[in-house]
Each structure stands twice: as C-alpha cells, then as structure tokens.
C-alpha cells in the first residue's frame, strides 16, 4: 500500500491497481465536484471511512464545457490528503497541452474527451510514458465509432450518461447501449466507467449493461451518511 501523499508509481503498477479494482466491481467513486471544498480533509476522511476505493475529479476550464471547476491545484491536495488512486476526468479544450501537469499533480487515471482532440492516440501515449493509466470519454450525442481508433490503447472508456459540464443533470438512456456495445468490443481488461445521473434508479441498469465504475455525486453528497449512500448504491448495482 502506498503512503498518503504519494501516487502510485508506474504504469505497471497503476495497470495491476486498476485490475485489483475492476475485481471489486461495482465500484462507486465519489465525485468531488459536490463535496465541501472548504472542509476537503474531511470530506476526504468522511469517504474514506465509508470505504470507498478511489476519488474522481472532474476538471473544467470553460471552454470544451460551459463551466468552470478546480485544476492542478486541487488535484495536489487531494494527492497530499489520500493514498487512494485519483481517477482525473479533465473537460478541457486542448488536453495534450496539460498532460505532464496532471500527471505531475498526481492524477494516477487521466481520461480525457474524444471531442476534444482529433488525434487521441497520441494523447494516451503521452499519459502511458508518464506512468499513467489512460481514459477516453465521450458524450451522449457522441457516437462510439469515434472512439474505434483508440480502442486498442485505453484503459478506460467513460461513458457520459449527460453531457458534460454540469452535475445534477437527468440520465440520458443511450448511455446504455453504448455500454453493451462497448462491452461486446473492449478487450476484457478494459475498465467501463459511466459519469452523469447515476443513482439508486439508474446504476442496475448500468452495471447490468457493462458498467464496472460509477461515478456518483449527488447521490453520496446530499446524503447525511456518505456510508450508507454508498453501500447502499452497491447494493442497488447488484439487483
């Protein structure tokens, strides 16, 4: 187990970390855009305590989405506060520009947007040279055939259930098909993640799709018990 404060290491051992967890599956990973910024260590503690086996931390600067959120330096804080993986969703325009700086920050999975880059490939290789494993996300009105060209690279594909931007918004159902679709064509080691209205209503569905990573905001954060929220979130992946 790594110390607090220090991101895992190398790709080979991000890749090996990754696996651990996909065994693990469902597995709900908090998203940080709703917690309490002005409290983060204990945020952080809170789901810690709640068992939780990695953070998720949505970027936005503005441009790619209508929105804007926190950067690197966030990113630090949270690698300073937690030994659990960080798994970085940057929403940005150009994000081949900032790769070395999230890795640096201490990203230990950075996905970014095919809509965002017209050539991916070399942007995952550029995140596997500095240790990390690699994401690619797509939004609702995305089709998948954009993602084909990378396929063969990622280690995660993350399915966007709204478009991204902005949370609290309602699950758009071709987030479904894409996952059995995806799952039909990814090589088995291939994480499938989904981003954007997932609760107690819509994670069975996803997780019966394909979905092996939830990304969940309101669900855990406007909760009282961050625990119960999220145990109780499993519980529902599973019936």
């Not at 929403?91 to 900032?98: L, Q, V, W």
Request: charged residues 20%; proline residues 6%; negative net charge.
């Amino acid at each position: 187990m790594v110390a607090a404060g220090q991101p895992l290491d190398s790709l080979a051992t991000r890749r090996a970390h990754l696996a651990a967890l996909s065994q693990a599956a469902p597995v709900v990973l908090p998203s940080l855009l709703l917690c309490d910024f002005g409290n983060l260590e204990r945020e952080i503690r809170r789901l810690e305590d709640a068992g939780v086996r990695a953070l998720h931390l949505d970027v936005m600067d503005g441009q790619f989405v209508p929105n804007m959120t926190y950067g690197m330096p966030i990113v630090e804080a949270c690698r300073r506060l937690t030994k659990l993986p960080l798994d970085v969703h940057i929403m940005i325009a150009n994000p081949a520009r900032y790769v070395r700086q999230f890795m640096a920050a201490g990203a230990d999975n950075l996905t970014f947007h095919i809509e965002a880059t017209a050539e991916p490939r070399p942007v995952i290789e550029q995140i596997h040279s500095l240790g990390g494993t690699a994401g690619i996300a797509l939004n609702p009105a995305t089709p998948l055939s954009a993602i084909d060209g990378c396929l063969d690279l990622v280690d995660v594909v993350l399915v966007m259930s709204v478009p991204a931007g902005f949370g609290g918004q309602k699950f758009h159902e071709v987030a479904i098909e894409k996952l059995q679709q995806l799952r039909r064509v990814v090589r088995p080691e291939v994480i499938l993640e989904g981003d954007g209205g997932i609760n107690e209503q819509t994670i069975a569905r996803c997780h019966a799709a394909g979905c092996q990573f939830f990304v969940v905001g309101s669900a855990i954060f406007g909760r009282p018990d961050y625990a119960t929220a999220v145990q109780g979130l499993v519980v529902h992946a599973r019936s």
